[in-house]
């Protein structure tokens, strides 16, 4: 069975750190690009970081550039997201996707996590 299961959110307060995984089980990261999305209530979904499969080679978007940090362990099929400083516009439900290429587009991923909430208040 194909599944990527997100885990790590939570409530955290502003300036906080959290650590999203995103494991990936029925196929192998390895040939994939990993993307993380992020849904606020009234929003839609946006892409916010992404690492592709071939160079790793990184995507972030301007709103967590310099605080967010994408990675992946292929021997352990898991994607991850470092979120440090985070500040309550960070607030969403955080979604992992595995695609053949990095995109914007929701359309291009073909597997989806079912999400993780993550709050940052005080």
């Known amino acids: 069975q194909v599944q990527l299961v997100e885990s790590g959110g939570g409530l955290v307060q502003p300036g906080g750190s959290l650590r999203l995984s995103c494991a990936a089980s029925?196929?192998?990261?390895?040939?994939?690009?990993m993307g993380w999305f992020r849904q606020a209530p009234g929003k839609e979904r946006e892409e916010i970081s992404c690492?592709?499969?071939?160079?790793?080679?990184?995507y972030y978007a301007d709103s967590v550039k310099g605080r967010f940090t994408i990675s992946r362990n292929n021997a352990k099929n898991t994607a991850y997201l470092q979120m440090n400083n985070l500040k309550p516009e960070d607030t969403a439900v955080y979604y992992c996707?595995?695609?053949?290429?990095?995109?914007?587009?929701?359309?291009?991923?073909?597997?989806w996590g079912q999400g993780t909430q993550v709050t940052v208040a005080s």
């Open positions: 029925g196929f192998t990261l390895d040939y994939y690009a």
């Open positions: 996707a595995a695609g053949l290429f990095c995109s914007a587009y929701v359309d291009q991923y073909k597997y």
């Open positions: 690492i592709s499969s071939s160079d790793g080679n990184t």
